[in-house]
């Protein structure tokens, strides 16, 4: 266990509105990661953060925005979610105590109607 | 970027049946792990293995990286080995995924 909690775990939420998902770590680790799960594909990283203020895109950025004002928090945004979002979304961290291992959270279960 | 292709992509075992499960990448890494994911979704950390073979139990690894490929061996498989394995690569600052191997052990 890192230490990261997702919220929320699940979600249904309408075409057209925004959606915000909250990973949260305790143990100060550097970088912080979104992926995406969806069938036959694996995982796809969406943003990653290497800092404080500092991310970066992944392979499937595209419609997805991120946030990180403080260490210990990583927010992944849909500004406006479409049905393709339909998704399992994991928060991952390496860095500081975890090395160059990467943990991951729990998932969150995102339904876009 | 670094492509990662997992192999075979499905498999069902015997309990007490032996498997291999390969991962093969398209450059050169910085490290390589190992993960399962169980029937309820959550990933778990197998292996941290960027060259050599180590082993945890019925499980081992290893990964010859000058040849880009690293191999999961599971022994006595058990039906709590169910579920989905994955690689994944770390090249610069991003971690990539295979697409798994999905492995089901029936009683």
């Known amino acids: 266990d890192a230490g990261i909690t997702q919220s929320p775990r699940h979600k249904v939420t309408e075409t057209g509105t925004p959606v915000t998902l909250r990973c949260h770590q305790t143990e100060n680790h550097r970088y912080m990661y979104w992926y995406r799960q969806d069938p036959g594909h694996g995982l796809r990283l969406i943003h990653y953060s290497y800092g404080v203020k500092d991310t970066d895109k992944g392979e499937v950025s595209d419609g997805y925005s991120v946030s990180r004002s403080k260490t210990e928090d990583f927010l992944l945004t849909l500004e406006s979610a479409t049905s393709s979002q339909t998704s399992v979304y994991f928060c991952?961290?390496?860095?500081?105590?975890?090395?160059?291992?990467?943990?991951f959270g729990e998932g969150s279960w995102l339904t876009v109607v | 970027g670094i492509q990662v292709e997992q192999s075979p992509p499905d498999l069902i075992l015997q309990e007490g049946a032996n498997s291999t499960l390969r991962c093969n990448f398209s450059?050169?890494?910085?490290?390589l792990q190992w993960f399962h994911q169980n029937p309820w979704g959550q990933l778990i950390n197998l292996f941290y293995i960027p060259s050599g073979t180590k082993q945890n139990g019925r499980l081992s690894a290893t990964t010859v990286a000058t040849e880009r490929y690293s191999l999961l061996y599971i022994s006595s498989s058990q039906t709590t080995d169910s579920g989905v394995y994955f690689c994944?690569?770390?090249?610069?600052?991003?971690?990539?995924f295979g697409t798994g191997t999905s492995l089901t052990v029936i009683p």
């Open positions: 991952a961290i390496s860095g500081g105590s975890a090395g160059n291992t990467i943990y």
């Open positions: 994944a690569v770390l090249t610069g600052n991003q971690f990539y």
């Open positions: 450059d050169s890494v910085n490290n």
